[in-house]
């Protein structure tokens, strides 16, 4: 049996990357709360508060610079407050990130659609940037159909060459 990261070791109390899986691995969760917590600082090796976001299916996870932004771009993009984003599901996600100058897996969160396509049937996606709300949006402005970010851009293509 391997042993776990010296990460996780030393805070339990948290989800990190290993948790979930290699990079691209995903879960879904359901945000219960953002609130401070104390958790082991690896820099300054000492427990030290930090905001924090709950979770209702799992361990929380303490809430960095970019999940927050995308937090805000999510659930307030017109307001200031990050009680919005409670009771909303999201989809935690794997990926690589640089930290430091060195390249590390970290848990990025990603919008949550159970909206699918009725051009292509996948799941719509956040894309190019967009939200799944905004892509909806635009093509259904554009396009007069709702359609995924990839379906607009071929269809958007299909437009301007019978053009
Ligand atoms: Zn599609």
New binding site residues.
């Given amino acids: 049996m391997s042993l776990p990261s010296w990460e996780k070791i030393i805070d339990p109390n948290f989800i990190n990357a290993e948790l979930i899986g290699d990079v691209g691995a995903e879960r879904v969760v359901t945000i219960k709360d953002i609130d401070m917590a104390e958790c082991y600082d690896d820099q300054s090796k000492a427990k030290v508060q930090k905001q924090t976001v709950f979770f209702e299916e799992c361990k929380p996870m303490v809430l960095n610079k970019t999940n927050a932004k995308t937090l805000k771009k999510l659930f307030s993009p017109n307001s200031d407050n990050p009680a919005d984003s409670f009771g909303h599901k999201v989809i935690l996600r794997v990926e690589s990130v640089k930290a430091f100058g060195k390249v590390t897996t970290g848990i990025r969160i990603h919008e949550f659609s159970e909206e699918t396509?009725p051009?292509?049937?996948?799941v719509?996606m956040p894309y190019a940037g967009k939200t799944v709300q905004e892509i909806m949006d635009i093509s259904k402005r554009n396009l007069g159909q709702v359609?995924?970010g990839?379906?607009m851009k071929n269809k958007a293509k299909e437009k301007k060459d019978a053009e």
């Fill in positions: 396509c051009v292509c049937g996948k719509i359609m995924c990839e379906c």
